[in-house]
Nanobody, 123 residues
């Protein structure tokens, strides 16, 4: 499966963005999906994950209550709605797909990755 992330940009503190991750090559419904982010000089970190059917989600504590992951399998797309953005949310955001049904939070458990989209939150 090939993944293409989009929707990043520059936003002020408190603003919102919606990231999209479009899949091709195989039906997205075959995969659990995740969003990760990586800030300069830091390791890639887990943001959110969603089950194949969309009924199960899990979030990092740092984004809980502000971010929402969703998916539309008919459109082969996963979304990350980001609200109340903070400067510390600034990072390159990556979508990823995993074959396992378990909601892993480690990037090592994800087999396929998109190219990343930059999110910058100004103070």
């Amino acid at each position: 499966v090939q993944l293409q992330a989009s929707g990043g940009g520059l936003v002020q503190t408190g603003g919102s963005l919606r990231l999209s991750c479009a899949a091709s090559g195989r039906p997205l419904s075959s995969y659990g999906m995740g969003w990760f982010r990586q800030a300069p000089g830091k390791e890639r970190e887990f943001v959110a994950t969603i089950s194949r059917g969309g009924g199960g989600t899990k979030y990092a504590d740092s984004v809980k209550g502000r971010f929402a992951i969703s998916r539309d399998n008919a459109k082969n797309t996963v979304y990350l709605q980001m609200n109340s953005l903070k400067p510390e949310d600034t990072a390159v955001y990556y979508c990823a797909a995993r074959s396992s049904t378990y909601p892993y939070t480690s990037p090592n458990e994800y087999q396929y990755w998109g190219q990343g989209t930059q999110v910058t939150v100004s103070s």
